[in-house]
């Protein structure tokens, strides 16, 4: 939970009690965290932080049309939960850093956006503003 300089710390500002220290503690109740490869398009070119949410769309290759691709909205509002660099060893070489977004998702959510179910599937997230979703309308 964020704090501000000089803000008591109260008690429902802390985890519960038996908390564990990490990714698992921030989860809200029957939500996972689900994490993805991103590249400098896909990922907003870097600008999705912690505590952003995104809309996920999905571009595939169209079926018997030659190279034509569509992109689909498949999750709206999802809350990012990090975002940063990973090391993954490359074939055979050094380790290469990887561009990752963690999410936080159900478990039927990490089934639309695994991209093992969709063959040439491609993930790009779309950042929303901080201030209006679905969930939360804007104020005028």
Known sequence: MP???????????LA??????????LLKKDMRAYTIKVDDVSGVAGFIHPGDRVDILMTVAM?????????????????????????????????????????????????VVEPGKVPQGKIHLSLRNRTTSPLRPRRE
């Open 3 to 13: 704090l501000s300089k000089g803000e008591p710390i109260i008690l429902t500002k």
């Open 16 to 25: 519960p009690e038996g908390t564990a220290a990490g990714l698992g503690g």
């Open 63 to 111: 079926p018997s049309k030659s190279g034509e691709q569509f992109s689909k909205v498949v999750l709206q509002d999802i809350m990012v939960l990090t975002a940063g660099q990973v090391w993954q060893p490359a074939g055979g070489g050094d380790p290469k850093s990887v561009n990752t977004v963690t999410l936080e998702v159900t478990p039927e959510q990490s089934e």
